[in-house]
């Protein structure tokens, strides 16, 4: 609620628990005035006269709470404004031990469907477009970020210390032995023996001829056209031999790929020439040259697509968050599954934090002055303190009652 429409609620309240006291007040000094020609007014004076003591004494109270009755400096009263830093060590103590608990808010977390009402909100096409708007509109923002002079020699120093702290030998053992592990080693070795065979077959007169070339002028030319045939019959043999499923050729390859594998891990020599031959790729300046035309190419393609109406990276991107909201909005146990994930991890990261955020209140607190803190909580709760001063006023004439009646009887 705005505090000045709860500046205008307490100005209200108070004034009518202060006129109930200008009333009981006129309804005391009439009644004493006329008591003597009407007997039965001592119950309206005795009324009146409880309810006054009623209600000053609360009267009393709820001021004390923020400020010195009328000024004066009277012991324990501006009981807030006095007690401001241990009143903010208690609320953060309280929210951090009651509220910032792990029950409490993996029971509360627990409730909420997060990947649910995220997937029937990015599922909907105004709303998936507008993301995907938003973030190609960050496009040329990166860009230009990643241009920047400092910015660039940051990533490429930071790549060079990674590629140098790499071991490219390991990287290529676990790719050896993820092909021998499914039996991909097999499709390379076919592949291979492909590359060959169009190899041979598209090289068949470059063969005849260097044949012819190198061969004795003496030599019959049938001879020749001889030998060739018998190397190219020869050539085409072994490579249907290798073809088969359980030719030798293919157990060799197996076994040398095995080995690679080995020294590949082991030996300190393998890694040091793989590296060797990355880092002088890597370090030339054509390979240089080359990858940041490729870079400048692809940077100008996505700058001018990000700015375009028509941007297919929006389009692609749209349809994409389109289709998890969708897909996801339709799986039950996929997003019971995301919803624990959120929940554990937004319950853990905030209990590690409890005594930061607590915390927060207390510091909040301490830079407040007294007259602030005091304005703001009776802003909050003053109105209600109020209706403490009415029912004071009311209950006390009550009482003043009973007790005059009871006085008469006795």
């Not at 009644?31 to 409880?50: G, I, N, T, Y």
């Not at 009393?60 to 709470?65: G, P, Q």
């Not at 409730?111 to 938003?134: K, L, M, T, Y």
């Not at 359980?246 to 040398?256: T, V």
Request: charged share 25%; with cysteine; hydrophobic share 45%.
């Amino acid at each position: 609620m705005h505090e000045q429409e709860q500046a205008r609620q307490l100005k209200s309240t108070r004034a009518l628990a202060t006129g109930l006291l200008v009333l009981m007040a006129v309804f005391f000094v009439v009644a004493r005035l006329l008591q003597p020609r009407l007997p039965w007014l001592a119950f309206v004076s005795a009324f009146a006269e409880a309810a006054m003591v009623g209600a000053l004494a609360d009267w009393f109270a709820v001021t004390a709470l923020f400020r010195s009755p009328l000024g004066l400096p009277i012991p324990h009263t501006a009981i807030i404004p006095r007690n401001k830093d241990r009143i903010g060590d208690g609320l953060s103590d309280f929210l951090e031990h009651n509220f910032i608990t792990r029950e409490i808010l993996q029971d509360e977390l627990g409730a909420i469907n997060f990947s649910g009402a995220a997937a029937d909100w990015i599922g909907r096409p105004e709303n998936s477009e507008a993301v995907a708007r938003q973030i190609v509109r960050m496009v040329p923002t990166m860009m230009r970020v990643v241009e920047d002079e400092d910015v660039r020699q940051f990533l490429q120093n930071r790549l060079m210390a990674a590629l140098e702290r790499a071991r490219f030998s390991d990287v290529i053992a676990e790719l050896i032995e993820l092909l021998m592990a499914s039996n991909h080693h097999e499709e390379l070795f076919d592949h291979l023996i492909s590359l060959a065979a169009d190899a041979l077959e598209h090289n068949k007169p470059y063969i005849r001829w260097k044949i012819h070339e190198n061969s004795p002028r003496w030599l019959p030319k049938a001879i020749d056209e001889r030998v060739y045939e018998r190397l190219l019959a020869a050539a085409e043999g072994t490579l249907d031999e290798m073809r088969e499923r359980d030719s030798e050729w293919r157990l060799r390859f197996r076994k040398a790929m095995e080995e690679l594998e080995d020294n590949l891990r082991t030996s300190p020599e393998y890694e040091e020439k793989i590296n060797a031959v990355v880092h002088d790729v890597l370090g030339h300046p054509s390979f240089r040259n080359y990858t940041l035309k490729i870079w400048h190419d692809v940077r100008e393609r996505l700058m001018a697509d990000a700015e375009s109406p028509e941007s297919q990276m929006a389009a692609k991107l749209d349809s994409a968050l389109r289709d998890v909201g969708t897909d996801l909005l339709a799986d039950p146990s996929v997003q019971s599954k995301l919803n624990h994930w959120i929940c554990g991890v937004a319950t853990e990261t905030i209990v590690a934090r409890r005594e930061t955020i607590a915390d927060l209140v207390a510091r909040v607190i301490r830079k407040w002055d007294a007259e602030t803190m005091s304005r703001k909580l009776e802003l909050h709760v003053g109105r209600d303190l109020q209706y403490i001063r009415i029912n004071g006023t009311l209950v006390g004439g009550l009482v003043g009652l009973v007790l005059h009646t009871i006085s008469l009887v006795l």
